[in-house]
């Protein structure tokens, strides 16, 4: 019985360790995770928003609600009553960001999962990568701890042109 101790104890610690190697501390981090190895052991979509519902997130940038011509920041809220659910927005993104690479380039509707709808103008050509970033970064500056829903828009990873939007669908 004494020996099985030391077993218990390596076990428990592989277990913490695993559980690190996956935390992240932003919706924008998680993506770069899945974008820099896709079968890797990223965090399911469950899983980051409970990390965030459960305070394990940095503190999030200011919320902004409008944008002038020159800012390429998230702008938040910008349409009444065209949020939804964090949760939909989570698994729309992390489908984007497992498509190929070129699978996103003029298309207009990106994702649409239950209530949320990720679409970019389509007019340019951004790599699902890109338009998964600007999701993540809609999702970092949006996502309002004790809400359920987002709303918001961000220019495309590298792209000033192309505008992506998260709303409900």
């Not at 218990?8 to 919706?27: C, E, N, P, R, Y």
């Not at 990568?129 to 809400?147: E, F, K, Q, Y």
């Amino acid at each position: 019985m004494v020996k099985l101790i030391p077993y218990v104890t390596s076990l428990l610690a592989l277990g913490q360790a695993i559980a690190a190697a996956k935390a992240v501390t932003s919706f924008s981090e998680w993506v770069d995770g899945i974008l820099e190895n896709p079968n890797g052991d990223n965090m399911t979509p469950e899983e980051v928003v409970d990390a965030f519902n459960n305070g394990q997130f940095s503190t999030p940038p200011a919320v902004r609600f409008g944008r002038s011509l020159i800012q390429k920041r998230a702008t938040c809220y910008e349409h009444p009553n065209t949020d939804c659910l964090i949760v939909d927005a989570v698994a729309c993104i992390n489908a984007v960001a497992r498509r190929g690479a070129n699978d996103c380039r003029n298309v207009y509707e990106q994702c649409h999962i239950n209530t949320a709808v990720l679409t970019t103008d389509g007019t340019t050509d951004s790599s699902c990568n890109d338009v998964a970033r600007g999701g993540g970064s809609i999702l970092d500056h949006c996502v309002r701890a004790g809400n359920d829903r987002v709303e918001g828009s961000e220019f495309a990873y590298g792209n000033g042109r192309e505008l992506v939007r998260l709303r409900r669908a």
